[in-house]
């Protein structure tokens, strides 16, 4: 059961929150057909607003439309995982080469409290909480390159890669990644080494995309 928007937002951002939420917790299941009347009647609004956070959340890529079936929540797919993962090694290392001579405390300092955060919200079992700052960890060399495109192609692999980190997390009883796998990462983006920094990306989103490929493959997910 979804819960009606409350908070004092527009109430298309209010529907769009409410139906991402409900797609990454697992609420409304992949595969699952998106039904506007149905969900309309569930949440007390009108069609029209409700139409446009669903045409949002097929910009983010949560909810696909495909041909005799209208809008469904997006299934799991490795040439998906596979071609994201080779996105984000190329915008993520392009990122950190612009954004290396830029480096300040602020840059620093925001690096650490996201991994601080997400170390605590892996140690209270908070998944989501976990999910999204696993997420602000990686996105803030976005927030601080100064470029308008990378952050714009970063926000757009993020709804799709919180949809799979939440179905990975949640198949595996976990609340996020290892406490200590992006001690590294944090280190090395802190540092003075540019070229080791490169590597520990590409490594670090191999490791991660081994993980995400074997949980597709063993929950039945499309191979194209």
Do not use: C
């Not at 955060?117 to 998944?127: F, G, P, R, S, Y």
């Amino acid at each position: 059961m979804l819960e009606s928007p409350k908070r004092n937002e527009t109430l298309r951002e209010q529907l769009v929150d409410t139906l991402r939420q409900a797609v990454l917790g697992g609420r409304i299941q992949p595969g699952e057909k998106v039904v506007e009347a149905q969900l309309a009647e569930q949440l007390g609004v009108s069609r029209g607003p409700l139409r446009e956070a669903i045409r949002q959340l097929i910009e983010e890529g949560l909810i696909e439309q495909t041909p005799y079936k209208g809008s469904v929540v997006r299934t799991l797919s490795v040439r998906d995982i596979e071609e994201m993962y080779s996105y984000r090694i190329l915008i993520e290392s392009f990122a950190f080469e612009r954004v290396w001579e830029k480096r300040g405390p602020e840059f620093f300092q925001a690096l650490k409290a996201h991994n601080r955060a997400l170390k605590l919200a892996i140690v209270e079992q908070d998944q989501q909480a976990a999910i999204r700052s696993e997420m602000d960890l990686h996105g803030t060399v976005y927030e601080f390159v100064g470029h308008g495109l990378l952050l714009e192609s970063w926000l757009m692999l993020r709804g799709r890669l919180h949809f799979y980190f939440t179905l990975h997390q949640t198949a595996h009883g976990r609340a996020g990644p290892l406490d200590d796998a992006h001690d590294r990462y944090v280190e090395l983006a802190s540092g003075d080494d540019l070229g080791a920094m490169l590597a520990e990306i590409e490594g670090h989103m191999q490791r991660g995309l081994g993980r995400i490929r074997e949980f597709v493959v063993g929950w039945g997910g499309r191979e194209g």
